[in-house]
């Protein structure tokens, strides 16, 4: 399936430059190594399994694949920004990988630690309450570019000096970071299947957040393993929505929904709606009455998030007891509604804002210096 919504490919690499390892199937693997099927076996228990950041740990590999397999890189997120919050149970990055900025973020509870990665650096969806969808779009990553986030918050974990609260392992991947993952539809399936087959994470711990692209929500169905599915829809009729979320204008609610219940249907898993809520635009009990009618009768569970506010935007988060209120509506009409908690305030929780900090900082630097450099 072609990605016909962002038309920007990713840059191609001149076939002299390095490979990234993270980015080859087994067939490519296998190439590159030229040995049989069980030394890319050993490679791919060093890349997912160990995590290990350079092909010289790999040591039970001869010395000679060793040698042509270090001409290439495995990874190729540079760490820009490290930020830890002050309880240490949330890390958020800012790496740079060639041209892009890509942001993750890891949080950690006392029996789970959830990765939340980019798909792509920005967005082209525009939703006007979200920092990566004012930042505009920059390009597609690749699916070692997702799975590296990964891995990179892997190494964290099971570096005990970081004195980190939780478990000593990645446990849940949300691909709610910067970008539309159906958007990225074949890198973001490779980065599923590389998840869940090579390093190991069962298919319900990952979840796939969408605005929901019926067609490729209907693709993923097919495609992929019995992943969760979380649409984002925010609002419970079209009006509302068509501004909340640019892409509704052409894939109205109703189709969303549709490709939510065949998905449900197809992989014996609810689906999830999230709700952002904004004061005095979609938090009303009405708009909870009327998105209990829509999620209702297909069994979906209500995930309320209260706004996390970004810089550039007038919206404002409904407050606690309003979001209460919100969800209380819901479960009065039986919906399965929660609310989710926000992590990390201190560090600008919602992703796209460490990314749109960084690039504010820097534009200040270049006007400072164009200043100075006038006097
Ligand atoms: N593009 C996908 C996945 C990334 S965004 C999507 O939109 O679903 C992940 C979730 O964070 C979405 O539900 C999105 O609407 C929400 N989100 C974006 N900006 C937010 C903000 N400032 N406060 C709270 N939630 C936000
Ligand atoms: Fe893109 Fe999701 Fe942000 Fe909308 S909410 S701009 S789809 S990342």
Redesign the pocket.
């Known amino acids: 399936m072609e990605d016909t919504i962002t038309t920007v490919p990713l840059p191609r690499a001149r076939s002299t430059d390095p490979l990234n390892l993270l980015d080859l199937d087994d067939d490519a693997l296998r190439v590159l190594c030229g040995g049989p099927a069980f030394r890319v076996r050993q490679i791919k228990d060093w890349l997912y399994v160990k995590s290990v950041s350079s092909v010289a740990e790999m040591s039970n590999l001869p010395l000679e694949m060793r040698a042509v397999l270090s001409k290439h890189e495995v990874g190729r997120l540079r760490e820009e920004r490290r930020e830890v919050s002050a309880d240490h149970k949330t890390v958020k990055w800012l790496f740079r990988s060639e041209d892009a900025e890509i942001e993750t973020v890891l949080m950690c509870y006392p029996k789970r630690a959830t990765v ?1 990665v ?2 792509q650096a920005g ?1 082209a ?1 525009g ?1 006007p ?5 004012q930042s505009g779009f920059q390009r597609q990553l690749s699916a070692g570019e997702i799975v590296e986030q990964v891995l990179h918050a892997q190494r964290e974990l099971g570096d005990s000096s970081r004195r980190l609260f939780g478990p000593d392992h990645v446990t849940n991947v ?10 990225n539809y074949k890198n973001m399936l490779s980065a599923l299947r590389r998840l869940h087959e090579d390093v190991g994470l069962s298919a319900r711990s990952l979840t ?5 692209i019926p067609d490729r929500i209907r693709a993923l169905a097919q495609d992929a393993p019995p992943v969760t599915l ?3 829809l ?1 609002a419970p009729d079209n009006r509302l929505r068509d501004l ?2 640019p892409p509704n204008r052409r894939w109205p609610l109703r189709e969303v929904l549709a490709a939510a219940r065949d998905f449900a249907a197809a992989k014996g898993r609810r689906v999830t709606a ?3 809520l ?1 004061e005095g635009v979609n938090d009303s009990p009405a708009q909870a009455l009327a998105l209990a009618g829509l999620v209702g009768p297909l069994g979906m569970h209500v ?1 309320c ?6 810089p550039d ?1 007038s ?1 404002r ?1 409904s407050g606690p007891e309003t979001v209460a209120r919100f969800a209380a509506v819901l479960q009065d009409r039986g919906v399965n509604a929660t609310v989710r908690q ?1 992590r990390g305030r201190d560090l600008d ?5 460490l990314r749109a900090r960084s690039r504010a900082a820097a534009e200040a630097t270049r006007q400072r210096s164009q200043v100075t450099g006038a006097r």
Do not use: K
């Open positions: 939340c980019s798909v967005c969806q939703c309450f979200c920092a990566t969808g949300v691909f709610m970071g910067m970008g539309e993952p159906l958007a796939v957040s969408t605005i929901g979380a649409v984002s925010h909340l979320v999230e709700y952002t904004i995930n998030i209260p706004l996390n506010s970004t935007t919206y988060p926000t929780a919602a992703c796209g804002q």
